[in-house]
T-cell receptor, first 109, second 117 residues
Framework: SQQGEEDPQALSIQEGENATMNCSYKTSINNLQWYRQNSGRGLVHLILIRSNEREKHSGRLRVTLDTSKKSSSLLITASRAADTASYFCAPSNDYKLSFGAGTTVTVRA | GAVVSQHPSWVICKSGTSVKIECRSLDFQATTMFWYRQFPKQSLMLMATSNEGSKATYEQGVEKDKFLINHASLTLSTLTVTSAHPEDSSFYIC?????????????FGPGTRLTVT
């Protein structure tokens, strides 16, 4: 397995603004998954993007993948207070996932 | 679809006792499940991979005799923390894998907060 590294470590935005976070990884992947974790809770699966895809949308989420740069980004549009959470990326080339420190997003009302 | 449950959601036990945590995939079959632990304000650390019908594979540094894993069916894996000590207090999260190759995904349970007194 390989670990994704999220950037920035923390992000504070005003409600209604967009939030963008990035993920970098080191080797080839089959897919990359993004998860959200609210404090003290389990991980919620947000979106999976396959290695042969470049962009994917799900509601207010937009994920891009650049396999040549070994990087992905997650954009949350029109953020809400409920989006306050930690976000993790998980690149996968086998069946194990390894997590970085995540990006902690705080949405201010 | 793809719901994973854990039970209990929290447990307090005395030092020296054993605690069993269950992980179930509710609407899909999972040949492989995973157990993680997470300390406050830290990331998830993979402890072991649980394979249905065979022995679990433990990550380096994880004591297999202390963290017993059983994957008895395609929808249930259990983690037993034996002879628990205060340093075992943590947030334990399981996940279940679905699909293969490009479409392989892991879905996570809500976690179990273990406090050893």
């Amino acid at each position: 397995s390989q670990q994704g590294e999220e950037d920035p470590q923390a992000l504070s935005i005003q409600e209604g603004e967009n939030a963008t976070m990035n993920c970098s990884y080191k080797t080839s992947i089959n897919n990359l998954q993004w998860y959200r974790q609210n404090s003290g809770r389990g991980l919620v699966h947000l979106i999976l993007i396959r290695s042969n895809e470049r962009e994917k949308h799900s509601g207010r989420l937009r994920v891009t993948l650049d396999t040549s740069k070994k990087s992905s980004s997650l954009l949350i549009t029109a953020s809400r207070a409920a989006d306050t959470a930690s976000y993790f990326c998980a690149p996968s080339n086998d069946y194990k996932l390894s997590f970085g420190a995540g990006t902690t997003v705080t949405v201010r009302a | 679809g793809a719901v994973v449950s854990q039970h209990p959601s929290w447990v307090i036990c005395k030092s020296g006792t054993s605690v069993k945590i269950e992980c179930r995939s509710l609407d899909f079959q999972a040949t492989t499940m995973f157990w993680y632990r997470q300390f406050p304000k830290q990331s998830l650390m993979l402890m072991a991979t649980s394979n249905e019908g065979s022995k679990a594979t433990y990550e380096q540094g994880v004591e297999k005799d202390k963290f017993l894993i059983n994957h008895a069916s395609l929808t249930l894996s259990t983690l037993t923390v034996t002879s628990a000590h205060p340093e075992d207090s943590s947030f334990y999260i399981c996940s279940a894998g679905r699909g293969a190759g490009l479409t392989y995904e892991q879905y996570f349970g809500p976690g179990t907060r273990l406090t050893v007194t």
